[in-house]
């Protein structure tokens, strides 16, 4: 265990070691338009700010993706390129975090202000989400302009970015802060809002990035891995949605806000669908208030209706699926099981 440990805080150093020249060849690119030196410093400050400070599991799977697949033959060159790639899917996550952040009218993202909070910066963050995403095409042309699977790469990058921002406007218009409506909530909406806002990206981007350098072709193979992942990605967030609850503050790094932020999460849909008419006046009187009693109220309901214990059943049940698919797997198509068993190692029953 020691040793898998060690192994993997290697390898984050490895991928953290990329980043600032990536982030130079950015500053590179504004010296060649000739950018005034204040807005050159802006960039770099907005760069070290929004996208290396994150967990960096999302950009560290690619590289783990392409170890499992290449195996014995893999290169160092590989290793940087799925390096480079894995840094495009954190700049992708920056650029959806300082926007989203500015929707939700948010305080604090990874322990310090959001950037549009940050003095001196406020709608400023708008340009700068869209300078992130462009960062992504900058460096796709640089580094893989040469690749049979250039083109593949964009398309993807395409596709996901929509189906991320598809989630998203789901989830503005359906569980808006300051206008509380439940009946706009459905189990179903919720699964389509984790679906596109979070698993396309968080889960299948990250590896189908691998299979692309890998040289895997075979469309039933990528489709096979969103089999897979777009389910391990859903059970991801309905976990988020379990910990903002019931995690602790020490345990998830934060305060859960979700019952007073009026989000559309896995709980209230869990709790809608099995209220009674009484349960759900309280429901539809105290969800989504700024307000610790009507929380302390929702969380004592969600006590009574036994949403918890619905949760434990329903992890258990995506597990016993999940781990189904992977075991049914054709390795033959040049994907491994190794890969998504791997995926459900780091999250099945995580605490944080």
């Not at 390096?83 to 899917?89: A, D, H, N, R």
Request: charged share 30%; glycine share 6%; net charge negative.
């Amino acid at each position: 265990m020691v040793g898998i440990k060690l192994q993997k805080e290697e390898n984050r150093k490895a991928f953290l070691d990329v980043y600032p020249t990536l982030r130079e060849e950015v500053l590179a690119e504004l010296r060649k338009y000739n950018m005034p030196q204040d807005a050159y410093e802006w960039t770099k400050q907005m760069l070290d700010y929004n996208v290396p400070g994150g967990k960096l599991n999302r950009g560290i799977s690619v590289v783990d993706t392409i170890r499992i697949l290449k195996g014995d033959s893999v290169t160092e060159d590989d290793i940087f390129k799925a390096s480079v790639l894995g840094w495009l899917v954190e700049f992708l996550q920056a650029f959806f975090l300082v926007s989203d952040d500015i929707m939700d009218t948010s305080i604090t993202r990874r322990g310090q202000p959001c950037w549009y909070r940050k003095e001196g910066v406020g709608m400023v963050a708008i340009n700068d989400a869209f300078i992130l995403e462009s960062c992504i095409y900058i460096f796709l042309k640089k580094y893989f302009k040469g690749t049979d699977y250039y083109v593949d790469l964009l398309e993807l990058f395409h596709e996901v970015t929509f189906q991320t921002e598809l989630g998203q406007l789901c989830d503005l218009i359906t569980a808006p802060e300051d206008n509380v409506d439940l009946n706009k909530f459905s189990v179903e909406k919720h699964h389509f809002i984790v679906v596109y806002k979070t698993a396309y990206y968080s889960f299948y981007l990250p590896v189908a990035l691998a299979m692309h350098m890998a040289g895997i072709k075979n469309e039933t193979a990528y489709k096979a891995s969103e089999d897979i992942l777009i389910p391990l990605g859903a059970y991801f967030q309905v976990q988020d949605d379990y910990l903002d609850c019931y995690g602790t503050p020490e345990q998830i790094g934060k305060i859960g806000t979700d019952i007073q932020d009026n989000k559309c999460s896995w709980l209230i849909n869990q709790a809608l669908a099995k209220a009674n008419t009484d349960q759900r006046k309280v429901l539809d009187e105290n969800y989504g208030q700024k307000n610790k009693e009507c929380e302390a109220k929702i969380k004592a309901l969600f006590i009574e209706l036994d949403i918890e214990n619905v949760y434990k059943a329903y992890e258990e049940k995506s597990y016993q699926e999940i781990s189904n698919l992977i075991s049914k797997l054709d390795e033959s198509t040049g994907l491994k099981k190794a890969i998504f068993t791997e995926f459900m190692d780091k999250i099945y029953r995580r605490t944080k």
